[in-house]
T-cell receptor, first 114, second 110 residues
Framework: DGGITQSPKYLFRKEGQNVTLSCEQNLNHDAMYWYRQDPGQGLRLIYY???????QKGDIAEGYSVSREKKESFPLTVTSAQKNPTAFYLC?????????????FGQGTRLTVV | GDSVTQMEGPVTLSEEAFLTINCTYT??????LFWYVQYPGEGLQLLLK?????DKGSNKGFEATYRKETTSFHLEKGSVQVSDSAVYFC?????????FGAGTRLTVKP
């Protein structure tokens, strides 16, 4: 079955550590996105990528980094520079050239700083 | 910039009540509009969509009509069930820019 997979589902980070969240899709989508969800604030865009080896900052990119070395993969690193990283992180993907199509979401990773 | 505004929750209804969740948008281009649903601890699932003015999206008894004149895409259901309890997000897409509303939490009581 085609889909988008995020791992791990739960992640704990000590202060000062970098952590990487995985996102893989087998839908042959060109575009991939990372969103952060906090209670009552909806989804905020962190980074997005429309093509391999290219990505753009979203609204809240500070303290995060990404790479897009393969079409199927778009990992997100939460760095120690991110002062309030505890949140629910959602990865999504979509076709690039068909703007009337929806984005597909993974099941999310809940990151907690301990 | 492009944005979506949806009614604040939480919304609490009794089973079989009528549901409306308001959504309005601001967009510089011609957006496609979506409603997503999120169950606890999960990602977002597409509920319905509409890609041009006057289109009506529908799924599982939910409906929404793309109203360009009022820049709205309100979600409605005639008779809600306990299983409809979730958070609902209105969203728009213009090219590869996807924007989401803040979400509306719906609780349906038996």
């Amino acid at each position: 079955d085609g889909g988008i997979t995020q791992s791990p589902k739960y992640l704990f980070r000590k202060e000062g550590q970098n952590v990487t969240l995985s996102c893989e899709q087998n839908l042959n989508h060109d575009a991939m996105y990372w969103y952060r969800q906090d209670p009552g604030q909806g989804l905020r865009l962190i980074y997005y990528s429309q093509i391999v080896n290219d990505f753009q900052k979203g609204d809240i990119a500070e303290g995060y980094s990404v790479s897009r070395e393969k079409k199927e993969s778009f990992p997100l690193t939460v760095t120690s520079a991110q002062k309030n990283p505890t949140a629910f992180y959602l990865c999504a993907s979509s076709f690039t050239t068909e703007s009337n199509t929806e984005a597909f979401f993974g099941q999310g990773t809940r990151l907690t700083v301990v | 910039g492009d944005s979506v505004t949806q009614m604040e929750g939480p919304v609490t209804l009794s089973e079989e009540a009528f549901l409306t969740i308001n959504c309005t948008y601001t967009a510089t281009g011609y957006p496609s509009l979506f409603w997503y649903v999120q169950y606890p601890g999960e990602g977002l699932q597409l509920l319905l969509k509409a890609t041009k003015a006057d289109d009506k999206g529908s799924n599982k008894g939910f409906e929404a009509t793309y109203r360009k004149e009022t820049t709205s895409f309100h979600l409605e259901k005639g008779s809600v069930q306990v299983s409809d309890s979730a958070v609902y997000f209105c969203a728009l897409r213009v090219n590869n820019d996807m924007r989401f509303g803040a979400g509306t939490r719906l609780t349906v009581k038996p």
